[in-house]
């Protein structure tokens, strides 16, 4: 199997989605390839990347990636709000919708996957946090 980094932090200072995954039983955060890149997307990607299969399953009327496969299991996604010069990273814990005032105009977001009615997984983030010391992981 192709390595992974352990979380693929994006470059530029971004509302970005992510999704995390445990991949033989290790945590990994894998954000998405460009701010509104969806769920589903990011999941395909890495499956993709790592030459693996990507089971799909249907939810209501539509058809997305699996949470739970052979391979690795999904415990949560989300959106954070990442700026990789100052190495701080606010994840956004609540399945709801958010305001931040930027440059003093209102911007509304969703901090979960509505597809998949799932947020960010507490649990699975303080164990990434372990291995970035040096990054400013907030929840909020």
């Not at 200072?13 to 955060?29: A, R």
Request: glycine residues 6%; aromatic residues 18%; neutral net charge.
């Amino acid at each position: 199997m192709k390595e992974l980094p352990r979380a693929n932090w994006p470059a530029s200072s971004e509302f970005f989605k992510f999704v995390q995954m445990y991949i033989k039983g290790e945590p990994y955060l894998i954000f998405g390839s460009f701010p509104e890149e969806y769920h589903k997307s990011i999941i395909r990607r890495t499956a993709l990347a790592l030459e693996k299969e990507c089971p799909e399953e249907q939810i209501g009327s539509k058809t997305f990636p699996s949470l739970k496969s052979g391979w690795y299991e999904i415990p949560g996604m989300g959106k954070a709000r990442i700026s990789p010069k100052e190495r701080e990273a606010i994840f956004y814990m609540k399945k709801k919708d958010y305001v931040v005032y930027l440059n003093g105009f209102p911007f509304i977001f969703e901090a979960y996957s509505m597809d998949y009615d799932l947020g960010t997984d507490e649990e699975h983030l303080d164990k990434i946090k372990l291995f970035y010391p040096e990054w400013n992981i907030k929840k909020e």
